[in-house]
Nanobody
């Protein structure tokens, strides 16, 4: 089992940047594929980005490609989400998630692949 704690959210103006961090407990962090999701009020939780255990494969939602960067430091048991050129529509609670499934499963909704979730961190982008 792994426990996840997000940090780094806050209020930023449109065009600004934020860096989210997710610290994981346990000694097997490198075995987990890690993902970031966001959920706006009244909307479903949506996939943002994911990175495999080794860091060699990375996936992004189309809406964030070219603006967000996911990375991980297995020595620190931490995954990051660098968010640049933020837009008001990026406003949401951002969640970190972990799964032992090494690669995305074709046809499966991304959020259904993940077994462990953090408590979330609020990101608000003002116009």
């Amino acid at each position: 089992q792994v426990q996840l704690v997000e940090s780094g959210g806050g209020l930023v103006q449109a065009g600004g940047s934020l860096r989210l961090s997710c610290a994981a407990s346990g000694r097997t962090f490198s075995r987990y594929r890690m993902g970031w999701f966001h959920q706006a009020p009244g909307k479903e939780r949506e996939f943002v980005a994911a990175i495999t255990g080794s860091g060699r494969s990375i996936y992004y939602a189309d809406s964030v490609k070219g603006r967000f960067t996911i990375s991980r430091d297995n020595a620190k048991n931490t995954v990051y989400l660098q968010m640049n050129s933020l837009k008001p529509e990026d406003t949401a609670v951002y969640y970190c998630a972990a799964t032992l499934t090494p690669l995305p499963i074709p046809g499966m909704r991304p959020r259904d692949e993940y077994d462990y979730w953090g408590q979330g961190t609020q990101v608000t982008v003002s116009s």
